[in-house]
Nanobody
Framework: QVQLVESGGGLVQPGGSLRLSCAASGSIFSSAAMGWYRQAPGKQRELVAG???????NYADSVKGRFTISRDNAKNTVYLQMSSLQPEDTAVYYC?????????WGQGTQVTVSS
């Protein structure tokens, strides 16, 4: 069983930055694809950014140029650097690990963008 623990969320003013972290237990992290998702109140969960085991990345159009996903396999950790945050980025952010048919979610971390 893989456990994912997110951290780094909080309250930030519009235009500010935050870095989210997601630490994974176990030994499959380096072989797995990782993703950051978010869910705002009343909305469906959506993919924000993904990174393959080989480091290839993809982003939702709404965050391109503002968010950067990265991973450190030595630390079993995936990051989401978020810049130029806007109120519409307010959501609970979740990380997800995928390897073949196996998937695991973290518990989520709240990001609130407000003045």
């Amino acid at each position: 069983q893989v456990q994912l623990v997110e951290s780094g969320g909080g309250l930030v003013q519009p235009g500010g930055s935050l870095r989210l972290s997601c630490a994974a237990s176990g030994s499959i992290f380096s072989s797995a694809a990782m993703g950051w998702y978010r869910q705002a109140p009343g909305k469906q969960r959506e993919l924000v950014a993904g990174i393959t085991s080989g480091g290839r990345t993809n982003y939702a159009d709404s965050v391109k140029g503002r968010f950067t996903i990265s991973r450190d396999n030595a630390k079993n950790t995936v990051y989401l650097q978020m810049s130029s945050l806007q109120p519409e980025d307010t959501a609970v952010y979740y990380c997800k690990l995928e390897l073949g048919r196996f998937a695991s979610w973290g518990q989520g971390t709240q990001v609130t963008v407000s003045s």
